[in-house]
């Protein structure tokens, strides 16, 4: 079973739809969980952490975990072309630092105008 | 602040020969991580240093793979020699400890 895993894709959402991202992940140590977010040709950029079961939300997007079943999720709500990216889910054991984030391979999402 | 700072961004070399990336991460910051993204195996931590010290090179898969940090604004991966399955994009990233890793722009390593 892989660390983490995510749908590849490819997500397709007309514009103003809510996307969601969904991940899963093996390690039941897994303490704090991130989002992050990749243009083609980019770098990965954090949008969110999650600790803590329930939801987190921060602006249109909302990440929502539960620890019980080993996944968290991400909501994009008013989705925008801009939002067109691929999205990596990362775990991490330790609750504090970032030390050896674990990645999925992401999912694609395309927002259609 | 300018970010993390990556070079060159873009390399392509013959098999055989010597690869030396650079990395120059945020002023302040203490962790610095060597990422390898390929679309097989997506992004997979190859090393973290801590205060300059390699903590993890767990993730370097084999002897071929180097890294040091020489200094707080300074850290080189060097891969000697190189092969075509090393061609993937390289990011170097660093964290100040409050849950943000920010990347670097990456580089782009062709192996021919």
């Known amino acids: 079973q892989k660390e983490v895993e995510q749908n590849s894709g490819p997500l397709s959402v007309p514009e103003g739809a809510i996307a969601s991202l969904n991940c899963t992940y093996s390690?039941?140590?897994?303490?704090?969980f991130f989002w992050y977010r990749q243009y083609s040709g980019k770098s990965p950029e954090l949008i969110m952490f999650?600790?803590?079961?329930g939801d987190k939300e921060d602006g249109r997007f909302t990440a929502q975990l539960n620890k019980a079943s080993q996944y968290v999720s991400l909501l994009i709500r008013d989705s925008q072309p801009s939002d067109s990216a691929t999205y990596l889910c990362?775990?991490?054991?330790?609750?504090?630092?970032?030390?050896?984030?674990?990645f999925g391979k992401g999912t694609l999402l395309t927002v259609n105008p | 602040d300018a970010g993390v700072i990556q070079s060159p961004r873009h390399e392509v070399t013959e098999m055989g020969q010597e690869v030396t990336l650079r990395c120059k991460p945020i002023?302040?910051?203490?962790?610095l991580f060597w990422y390898r993204q390929t679309m097989m195996r997506g992004l997979e931590l190859l090393i973290y240093?801590?205060?300059?010290?390699?903590?993890?090179d767990s993730g370097m898969p084999e002897d071929r793979f180097s890294a040091k940090m020489p200094n707080a604004s300074f850290s080189t991966l060097k891969i000697q020699p190189s092969e075509p399955r090393d061609s993937a994009v390289y990011f170097c990233?660093?964290?100040?400890?409050?849950?943000?890793?920010?990347f670097g722009e990456g580089s782009w390593l062709t192996v021919v």
């Open positions: 990362a775990v991490n054991r330790s609750g504090g630092s970032n030390y050896k984030l674990t």
């Open positions: 390690d039941r140590g897994s303490q704090s």
């Open positions: 999650i600790y803590s079961n």
């Open positions: 002023s302040g910051h203490n962790s």
């Open positions: 240093f801590n205060n300059n010290v390699p903590i993890d």
């Open positions: 990233a660093s964290d100040s400890g409050i849950n943000t890793i920010y």
